[in-house]
């Protein structure tokens, strides 16, 4: 069976998600990229398995919402809404998240509250399966927010709450209070290895796991030679101005070379291989305009990743457990 149409459990929840999620934010949400051509990614990630497509009010200047929700409405004819499991997230006030490192964000109850019904408009739908913090820590979260959350729940408008952050304080606080919420995103790749303690124990304690930057926002793939659109260009250009983009560039070098030099699939898939092959981990998620890039990480492989090059891997991040996270 295809990687992506296998299913895993997120977590203690019921969710049962595809390896593979689809990132429905970044360039695939802009303006300037055809809508056509965002539709075609969505449509093409669906009819090969993909059921997990993330998104969030504040993406692609706030454009990515209405986007997916256009794009979905005649889609769900044939993917019936169970079948799918659809993400966002509130919280973050301004449309660039994570650019200048200095995003606006309000969790008060009712900001999150407001947030959220404004998502489900967005996308037209009745309900959303996760809605996530977008960027809270531990000192965010009070019992005003919590029952906020409970709220919505109650009202059948979200299933389960979680939080996405890059944070290892505040992934040891969701650790310390598993109870609270059921999902987390969280930045995962051979670059970041550190986290994989803080998984093991996020599994432990029935927090399921979505990991992005599986490709650690390109620096764990060959330098392409020319930027020939667009949408290249702009990805460049955040991976330039991403603070956390900078840590992961400052020392991708060993690492890329060590994807480089495993044969068994091209460096896109072992960058999912690797992630994905860990057990905490129930999807990673992937954000592309091309459908060819969807297809190269939809075929990879887990059992390609052998023990030695997983081995190679750790053995390039070495001693920088840390160095990227916070």
């Not at 069976?1 to 970044?26: E, F, K, Y």
């Not at 702009?234 to 060590?258: E, F, G, N, V």
């Amino acid at each position: 069976m295809a990687l992506a149409r296998q299913r895993r459990t997120l977590g203690r929840t019921d969710l049962a998600v595809s390896p593979i999620g689809l990132g429905c934010s970044g360039f695939w949400g802009h303006h300037r990229f055809p809508e056509a051509a965002a539709a075609e990614v969505v449509e093409h990630a669906l009819a090969h398995g993909v059921n997990l497509l993330d998104t969030g009010h504040n993406y692609s200047g706030f454009h990515a919402e209405p986007r997916l929700g256009r794009i979905l409405r005649p889609l769900l004819a044939r993917y019936p809404r169970h079948s799918l499991v659809i993400s966002s997230k509130g919280g973050t006030l301004t449309g660039q998240a994570g650019i200048s490192g200095a995003e606006q964000r309000n969790f008060s109850a009712a900001a999150i509250t407001t947030s959220c019904e404004a998502s489900l408009r967005n996308l037209d739908l009745d309900y959303l399966d996760i809605y996530q913090l977008h960027g809270a820590s531990e000192h965010d979260i009070n019992d005003d927010l919590l029952a906020a959350l409970q709220r919505l729940r109650q009202r059948g408008l979200v299933r389960h709450t979680g939080i996405n952050t890059h944070s290892a304080s505040t992934l040891r606080w969701m650790i310390a209070n598993p109870t609270l919420f059921d999902v987390v995103l969280l930045d995962y790749n051979a670059l970041q290895q550190d986290r994989e303690p803080l998984i093991d124990q996020l599994q432990a304690a029935g927090i399921g796991v979505l990991a992005g930057t599986v490709l650690a926002q390109g620096h764990l793939l060959p330098a392409r030679p020319r930027l020939p659109r667009l949408a290249d260009a702009w990805y460049l250009a955040r991976a330039w101005l991403k603070p956390s983009s900078r840590q992961l560039m400052r020392s991708a070098r060993q690492m890329r070379k060590a994807v480089a030099a495993i044969h068994s699939q091209r460096p896109a898939q072992t960058a999912f291989a690797y992630a994905l092959g860990h057990p905490g981990v129930a999807s990673g998620i992937l954000g592309t305009t091309r459908t060819q890039s969807l297809d190269e990480v939809l075929a990879t492989r887990l059992d390609a990743l052998t023990v030695a090059e997983r081995q190679l891997l750790i053995d390039a991040f070495g001693d920088g457990r840390g160095s990227p996270s916070h």
